[in-house]
């Protein structure tokens, strides 16, 4: 069993998970089927919905059709042939206290019922409960989990080690680092009810950054009970791969219509805003006058066309590079989830650390939101760890940037430099002409063509925080850096005199000299030529 990352972007992978079934490619949303009530039947998600795999509970199989499955086969007894993944009841036990099965006739079970990949009987940490009890859920799991080893008698079943610990990220943290030294195939992370209920997808990007730092990173991670299309994005930009939805069919029976950026409730829609097939063939106002099961069954395979068709949006999304554009569209489907992206700042550092280097598309920025992402935390670590001006240079001299890119190519900077050069002659050397951008700060001339310095496209108008954001990494860059003058040309229009408080304090906590002038959008010679001047006479 071998999961092979094809793509990846952000912590998101594109992969191929090998069961005894065949290959499933992540990220993955499995269909819960109950084979108490089915909505939508296996055969129909398999040949209408190309589900190549589904989730079922193995506790509610053992207590009500224990025998005849155990006779037909699990694939049989519910008429699919593709992968079946079982969950153990460890929600049950969270729902209903203690479950009427041992882990050990849990393990047992779904080995004789042949299901594709398994999972442990784990005792799931709630959300409401102390630091202590919490404690003794994560130590059971764990217990459950060495035992194991010990039962099972395949090989061919994959096994899922859940990961507890709620929101508790230091339990999180030792569950997820202990579970992973056992050899399981795919971890699992309980996302309580009430994440999804109350929205704390903050919270979530938490728990799941905490797992994901402390488990095998080439085990594919299942998100548990996070099955509503608007939080896909953001669960597979932190890195899980597969996903479980009952959602679907609950969604349904509530009669809530699922779309990629929330939940409409169906007697409020007037139009259908999706061209799935049923939603081109209907409208809502024949859809409400159809008998109830019917108009059930109908949203039910809506919500799965939906969550279908977002998560091959966020796959393609990962093959263009383009997931974290993708994911702050989303994240302005609901204030919520806003906040959850606000929140990754936080773990910037980490994103970086795990994202690739080389992507194949140029970058949009948007707002200061996007100053989390990897590529603007990473050129400044660059910049500052392994970057150093040329020996020669004495002045530091920052243009603004300009709406082409290279900046050097723009006429602008063409211009600017002409004068320079007249100016300075063979002193040339002594000035390192470096551009000063959002969202990246410091661009030396030379790094320009470097990837994205030069492939990105910005939002304009600058937010507040964008703006101070470069302010600061310009300061950190000239207190890091050894040049014995600074000469700035400002564009008090776009950086509202912030760059230029930003030099003067550092340059005065540097010790060194600072001049400035200004420049307005026509870039005119009489100023450029007069910041040359300034210039030479800094040299002179
Ligand atoms: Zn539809």
């Known amino acids: 069993m071998s999961f092979e990352i094809r793509d990846r972007d952000l912590l998101a992978r594109i992969g191929k998970f090998e069961t005894k079934r065949g290959i499933i490619e992540t990220p993955l949303l499995l269909p819960?089927?109950?084979?108490?009530?089915?909505?939508?039947?296996?055969?129909?998600?398999?040949?209408?919905?190309?589900?190549?795999?589904?989730?079922t509970n193995a506790y509610i199989l053992k207590t009500h059709f224990e025998d005849e499955i155990i006779?037909?086969?699990?694939?049989?007894?519910l008429d699919f042939n593709g992968v079946f993944m079982t969950d153990s009841g460890a929600y049950q036990i969270l729902v209903y206290g203690d479950v009427e099965v041992t882990s050990e006739e849990i393990v047992r079970f779904q080995e004789e019922i042949d299901t594709d990949i398994a999972t442990i009987l784990d005792v799931p940490t709630s959300w409401t409960t102390s630091k202590q009890q919490a404690q003794r859920t994560v130590n059971e799991t764990m217990r459950k989990a060495r035992e194991l080893a010990k039962i099972k008698t395949r090989d061919d079943i994959a096994w899922v080690g859940p990961v507890q610990g709620g929101q508790y990220l230091d339990l999180v943290a030792q569950?997820?680092?202990?579970?992973?030294?056992?050899?399981?195939q795919i971890h699992a992370l309980g996302s309580p009810t009430p994440i999804m209920e109350q929205y704390l997808f903050d919270v979530l990007v938490d728990m799941i950054l905490t797992a994901k730092k402390n488990l095998p990173l080439e085990r594919p991670l299942h998100l548990f009970g996070a099955g509503h299309p608007f939080m896909f994005a953001?669960?597979?930009?932190?890195?899980?791969?597969?996903?479980?939805?009952?959602?679907?069919?609950?969604?349904?029976?509530?009669e809530r219509y699922m779309t990629e950026y929330g939940t409409t409730r169906f007697d409020k829609l007037e139009y259908f805003p999706c061209s799935c097939p049923l939603c081109n063939k209907n409208d809502p106002q024949s859809v409400a006058a159809m008998p109830k099961i019917e108009r059930q069954k109908l949203l039910a395979q809506h919500n799965l066309y939906t969550s279908f068709s977002e998560l091959r949006r966020i796959k393609q999304a990962i093959m263009e590079g383009r997931l974290?554009?993708?994911?702050?569209?989303?994240?302005?489907?609901?204030?919520?989830?806003?906040?959850?992206?606000?929140?990754?700042?936080?773990h910037s550092g980490y994103l970086e650390k795990q994202s690739p280097v080389t992507k194949k598309s140029g970058l949009?920025?948007?707002?200061?939101?996007?100053?989390?992402?990897?590529?603007?935390v990473?050129?400044?670590?660059?910049?500052?760890?392994?970057?150093?001006?040329?020996?020669?240079?004495?002045?530091?001299?920052?243009?603004?940037q300009t709406r082409k890119k290279p900046f050097s190519k723009s006429w602008e900077h063409r211009r600017a430099l002409k004068y320079i050069q007249q100016n300075l002659g063979d002193k040339m050397g002594k000035v390192h002409v470096c551009t000063y951008a959002a969202p990246f700060g410091v661009i030396p001339r030379e790094l320009e063509e470097v990837y994205p310095l030069s492939q990105y496209e910005l939002a304009t108008p600058l937010d507040a925080e964008m703006i101070e954001y470069v302010a600061k990494r310009i300061s950190e860059y000239i207190i890091t850096m050894n040049y014995k003058k600074v000469a700035l040309l400002r564009n008090i229009?776009?950086?509202?005199?912030?760059?230029?408080?930003?030099?003067?304090?550092?340059?005065?906590?540097?010790?060194?000299?600072?001049?400035?002038?200004?420049?307005?959008?026509?870039?005119?010679?009489?100023?450029?030529?007069?910041?040359?001047?300034?210039?030479?006479?800094?040299?002179?």
Not at 42 to 54: D, H, K, M, T
Not at 71 to 77: A, I, K, S, T, W
Not at 234 to 254: H, M, Q, T
Not at 380 to 395: G, S, T
Request: proline share 5%; hydrophobic share 45%; charged share 25%.
């Open 71 to 77: 006779e037909q086969g699990l694939h049989d007894f």
């Open 378 to 400: 990473r050129h400044r670590e660059r910049l500052l760890e392994r970057y150093l001006p040329p020996k020669e240079a004495e002045v530091l001299v920052l243009l603004p």
């Open 32 to 55: 819960v089927i109950n084979p108490n009530v089915q909505l939508i039947p296996p055969r129909i998600l398999q040949e209408e919905f190309g589900c190549r795999a589904l989730i």
């Open 234 to 254: 953001l669960a597979i930009a932190l890195g899980c791969d597969l996903f479980d939805s009952a959602a679907y069919a609950l969604y349904a029976r509530e």
């Open 324 to 346: 974290w554009e993708h994911l702050e569209l989303r994240a302005h489907g609901h204030p919520a989830l806003l906040k959850a992206v606000k929140h990754l700042k936080k």
């Open 493 to 540: 229009e776009m950086w509202k005199g912030k760059i230029a408080t930003a030099c003067r304090r550092a340059c005065k906590k540097k010790k060194i000299s600072f001049t400035m002038l200004s420049v307005d959008q026509s870039w005119n010679e009489r100023m450029l030529k007069d910041f040359a001047a300034v210039i030479q006479k800094t040299l002179s």
């Open 175 to 184: 569950s997820a680092s202990e579970i992973g030294k056992l050899p399981f």
């Open 364 to 376: 949009f920025f948007f707002s200061s939101l996007g100053l989390t992402r990897p590529e603007v």
